[in-house]
């Protein structure tokens, strides 16, 4: 049984950073594409960041590009997502999840975490 559980996730103030962590369990973590997406209240799930099997390749969401930061340890099965200068807007569940393919869409991850909170304060 595959299982993603996040965590680092927290009540901040505007400017502040967070480090979210991404445990995996029951599957190799190298034969999959990793991904951060969030949701906030009222609103959609949304893609934040991913990256390839490798960590040769990553991408983000345009908002979040040059604050936040994904990065995968293969040997540790875990992934993270340094989150710098957090916004009010930044405020959502997120969640983690692996694909087999390298995309932003969520329709395509097959593994999800139950999500950890993250909550900015102006």
């Known amino acids: 049984q595959v299982q993603l559980v996040e965590s680092g996730g927290g009540l901040v103030q505007a400017g502040d950073s967070l480090r979210l962590s991404c445990a995996v369990s029951g599957r190799a973590i190298r034969n999959y594409c990793m991904g951060w997406f969030r949701q906030a209240p009222g609103k959609g799930r949304e893609f934040v960041a991913h990256?390839?099997?490798?960590?040769?390749?990553?991408d983000y969401k345009a908002s979040v590009s040059g604050r936040f930061a994904i990065s995968r340890d293969n040997a540790k099965n875990t992934v993270d997502l340094q989150m710098n200068s957090l916004k009010p807007e930044d405020t959502a569940v997120y969640y983690c999840?692996?694909?087999?393919?390298?995309?932003?869409?969520?329709?395509?991850?097959?593994?999800w975490g139950q999500g950890t909170q993250v909550t900015v304060s102006s």
């Open positions: 999840a692996a694909a087999r393919v390298y995309s932003t869409s969520s329709n395509l991850y097959d593994f």
């Open positions: 990256i390839n099997w490798s960590g040769s390749a990553e």
